[in-house]
Every structure is written in C-alpha cells, then in structure tokens.
T-cell receptor, first 114, second 111 residues
C-alpha cells in the first residue's frame, strides 16, 4: 500500500542553519504531496504542496520539490529561526478516484536554538 | 474568517462514560475527518465522511462513533469501549481531493 517515510527526529539546529528534512514515498499513480507543520499544542497547518512531478512548493522560506524519479519530497530552508521549532509532517494523497485519504509520515520534530 | 472549530480544548472522561467532541467548519467543505495523535505515532485516521449522511471507518475506528447530519458538523463520540482514549484529537476538512484544513484539537484525558 501507499506509505510515507520521514527521517527520524528530533532535529536540533542553531539559528540560521540550513535545514533538510527527508521524505520519501511509495504510491501507485500520481499522488499530490504535502508538508504540514504543527506548533506546540496546536493543530496542523498546511505549509506547502506539489501536485505533479518537478513542481516546487514554497512558503515562508521553506521549499520542497516533487521528485518522481527518486520518489522524494524533501523539505528545505536556507536559514532557520527559533520560531520554526515545530513538528513537520510529510503526507500524500491521490487526487482522483474514491480514495481521498491522506497518508501521513510519522512527523519530524525540529528544535532551533538561539 | 472561515475555519474549523473544535471544542472543548480540554476534556476529561470518567471510567465507563461516553464523551462527544465537537467539530464545526464554515469552509463549505464536503469531506471531514477525525484523527487521533499519540506521541511518536503521528496521525491515525479514526473516521471520515465525504458527504452528508455518509461516513467510513478509518484505521482505528473501534470504540468510536460519528454522525454527519449536517455538512458543517462532524461530532466524534469516544465510547466506554475505547479502553485507551487519552490522546490529542484532531478534526480536519477538505474539498474532495484537496489539502486538509485542521482545527486546533481537543486533548482528552481520563480521570
């Protein structure tokens, strides 16, 4: 079945460091890919998305490129801030047919120190 | 502003008691979802509904029940049959096939 694998956390970085959180997937067809962020004690917020191969999603300085050849959607940010400390979830869903559930990774916790 | 409202933010259940978590959305979304979140286990789907008066079991539906009588509302009941209900519960909605929008969650604990 479809699945999403994220790198295990916690990831700890100093402010202004470069961030990469790896996400790979297994899916049939052509899924859409998402990154969500969860700040402490809150629900999830959509961070960015990509709907087809080679699309790049971007938001708030974060970027991820849909790589079909490597089945990956790695999240990157050039310079993290303390306010980026949160849990990041990678997810996929199919855009067609009756199956419209999201398949979730387990989440990667990021802590950014000043 | 459009969004999803979950209430209450914190809820306590006594042994043998059923409790109901509220989820209301004003985004005019067709689909709604309930997830359970436990530390280190990510999100697990409890129930989902793609249209009014219809819903399907997710991966961990045992001990839970839902209804979808109105497009805006998708309440979740945690029954006494759910032996380990302590968790963070998240409600979400989406237009069919598009990204899900989440509420702020309800934290359920056992007295």
């Amino acid at each position: 079945g479809d699945s999403v694998t994220q790198m295990e956390g916690p990831v700890t970085l100093s402010e202004e460091a470069f961030l990469t959180i790896n996400c790979t997937y297994t899916a049939t067809g052509y899924p859409s890919l998402f990154w969500y962020v969860q700040y402490p004690g809150e629900g999830l917020q959509l961070l960015l998305k990509a709907t087809k191969a080679d699309d790049k999603g971007s938001n708030k300085g974060f970027e991820a490129t849909y790589r079909k050849e490597t089945t990956s959607f790695h999240l990157e940010k050039g310079s993290v801030q303390v306010s980026d400390s949160a849990v990041y979830f990678c997810a996929l869903t199919h855009m067609a047919g009756n199956n419209r559930k999201l398949i979730w990774g387990l989440g990667t916790s990021l802590a950014v120190n000043p | 502003d459009g969004g999803i409202t979950q209430s209450p933010k914190y809820l306590f259940r006594k042994e043998g008691q059923n409790v109901t978590l509220s989820c209301e959305q004003n985004l005019n979304h067709d689909a709604m979802y309930w997830y359970r979140q436990d530390p280190g286990q990510g999100l697990r789907l409890i129930y989902y509904s793609q249209i009014v008066n219809d819903f399907q079991k997710g991966d961990i539906a045992e001990g839970y029940s839902v209804s979808r009588e109105k497009k805006e509302s998708f309440p979740l009941t945690v029954t006494s049959a759910q032996k380990n209900p302590t968790a963070f519960y998240l409600c979400a909605s989406s237009q069919q096939g598009f990204a899900q929008h989440f509420g702020d969650g309800t934290r359920l604990s056992i007295l």
